[in-house]
């Protein structure tokens, strides 16, 4: 079984340009997640959606950040203009909807902006 | 202000040892802890969670040990294999009802030493 899917995996763009990060959930999984590394705040959260519908956004760093998920099985995080203090790691992950369930991480994507 | 901390950036253990890694939490509304384990260049892996209704979880090798009086919680890991070495992140929520973000510690990168 596919766990969840992020594209792309790795992402160098220049100061100002648009980005946008890819995921697809697990399927049968109603819950989604972003989350951002850096060195500075460690693993943070973003944003999430239960059944396509963004819950909390108050992770959500500026409004150059934007998130929507059109349906069960796809969701993009867009950074428009970006920024070098973007420069981080982006994670996915999804769970089924439903109090203290497991959250499965996907790869991640590693964005360097310049 | 850091709601989960792991004040142990690293620990270092002999193979065959018990490797005790420890966290510690501030948000008296958590109610669901979780252990994920990440290697490089992958997201991070479900590894074992605890309930606030209890105060030990017992999965093969690992434990984790809940003192919710001392807002403590800690992963023990006996014996440590070489396979175990990776970054250790304590995770909460305030499950509440429905899918929830989780907060995140900084990790503890545990080496295990041949």
């Known amino acids: 079984d596919a766990g969840v899917i992020q594209s792309p995996r790795h992402e160098v763009t220049e100061m100002g340009q648009e980005v946008t990060l890819r995921c697809k959930p697990i399927s049968g999984h109603n819950s989604l997640f972003w989350y951002r590394q850096t060195m500075m705040r460690g693993l943070e959260l973003l944003i999430y959606?239960?059944?396509?519908?963004?819950?909390?956004d108050s992770g959500m760093p500026e409004d150059r950040f934007s998130a929507k998920m059109p349906n069960a099985s796809f969701s993009t995080l867009k950074i428009q203009p970006s920024e070098p203090r973007d420069s981080a790691v982006y994670f996915c992950?999804?769970?089924?909807?439903?109090?203290?369930?497991?959250?499965?991480f996907g790869p991640g994507t590693r964005l360097l902006v310049l | 202000d850091q709601q989960v901390k792991q004040n142990s950036p690293s620990l270092s253990v002999q193979e065959g040892r018990i490797s005790i890694l420890n966290c510690d939490y501030t948000?008296?509304?958590?109610?669901?802890f979780l252990w994920y384990k990440k290697y490089p260049a992958e997201g991070p892996t479900f590894l074992i969670s605890?309930?606030?209704?209890?105060d030990k979880n017992e999965d093969g090798r690992f434990t984790v040990f809940l003192n919710k009086s001392a807002k403590h919680l800690s992963l023990h890991i006996v014996p440590s294999q070489p396979g175990d070495s990776a970054v250790y992140f304590c995770a909460a929520s305030d499950s509440g009802g429905g899918a929830d973000g989780l907060t995140f510690g900084k990790g503890t990168h545990l080496i295990i030493q041949p």
């Open positions: 959606f239960n059944n396509n519908v963004p819950i909390d």
């Open positions: 605890i309930s606030s209704i209890k």
């Open positions: 992950a999804s769970s089924l909807l439903a109090s203290q369930e497991t959250q499965y």
């Open positions: 948000n008296s509304m958590f109610d669901y």
